[in-house]
């Protein structure tokens, strides 16, 4: 595990894969809160023709932008 990823979810290396999950989505939700941001917003941002679905790659780039910071690996 990257020194990254340690930072924002100590003990990484001990944990089950399903619990990293759990800690990330809880550091990011954290995230959106201190921006003012709600999840659906993410969403919104990558749903540009509003049909409904959005991409994988659409999701990580309106990541990328919201969250400029932090490297792809941890997005």
């Known amino acids: 595990m990257s020194d990254d990823l340690k930072k924002i979810v100590p003990d990484i290396d001990l944990m089950s894969?399903?619990?990293r999950s759990e800690k990330f989505v809880k550091y990011f939700a954290k995230e959106l809160v201190a921006k003012n941001m709600r999840p659906i917003s993410i969403y919104k941002m990558?749903?540009?023709n509003n049909s409904g679905t959005?991409?994988?790659s659409?999701?990580?780039a309106s990541f990328k932008k919201i969250?400029?910071?932090h490297k792809l690996e941890i997005i």
């Open 58 to 60: 659409a999701l990580e």
């Open 54 to 56: 959005v991409s994988a």
């Open 67 to 69: 969250f400029q910071n």
């Open 46 to 48: 990558a749903e540009s």
């Open 17 to 19: 894969p399903r619990t």
